[in-house]
């Protein structure tokens, strides 16, 4: 073991063993970066609108026939988080089955996604909500009013899955 310790310090010259050739490397990384242009965004008066693959907040389709979420509970059974809770209930003329509760606890949620990956009917998607503020922890916890969103607002997001999967 000493022999390896001699020989890798036997290799380095005297400039390397003292390190500035290094120092001097990395002060120069860092002045060309502090000398490129900045980019700052002015928050309120200039929004910032993500692209399909941005994964926001979680939030159910509604087409103008109803909701598409059939409480497979899918999404439920998946989440790492444990951030959503699902209640079913059928219809008595169709037998379908739809969910009468379906919430969603925000502080818990960490938008992996991994519940619109397994939604067999893209029922639930990441929509482009950024923004998210809450005052209280029951504000947190978004039921399923909430949670829905018309179809047309989420189009490039669902174009986006679509091409993934």
């Keep these: 073991m000493n022999n390896t310790k001699n020989?890798?310090?036997?290799r380095l010259n005297f400039w390397e063993k003292l390190y500035i050739p290094e120092i001097a490397r990395g002060l120069g990384l860092t002045l060309?970066?502090?000398l490129k242009p900045k980019f700052t965004r002015q928050y309120p008066e200039e929004r910032w609108e993500p692209e399909g693959s941005y994964r926001g907040r979680p939030?159910?389709?509604v087409e103008e026939t109803?909701?598409?979420c059939v409480a497979c509970g899918l999404c439920a059974r998946v989440c790492p988080a444990l951030a959503i809770q699902i209640q079913a209930d059928e219809t008595e003329k169709l037998k379908e089955r739809y969910p009468i509760k379906f919430e969603i606890n925000m502080l818990r949620c960490i938008f992996c996604g991994f519940c619109e990956e397994v939604c067999p009917?893209?029922?639930?998607?990441?929509?482009?909500?950024?923004?998210?503020?809450f005052q209280s922890q029951e504000e947190a916890i978004m039921d399923k009013p909430r949670l829905q969103v018309p179809i047309a607002k989420l189009q490039d997001r669902l174009e986006f899955l679509r091409q993934y999967r």
């Design 59 to 61: 939030v159910l389709v």
């Design 121 to 133: 009917e893209e029922a639930i998607v990441m929509s482009k909500d950024y923004e998210l503020v």
């Design 66 to 68: 109803g909701g598409r």
């Design 7 to 10: 020989t890798e310090a036997e």
């Design 32 to 34: 060309g970066e502090m």
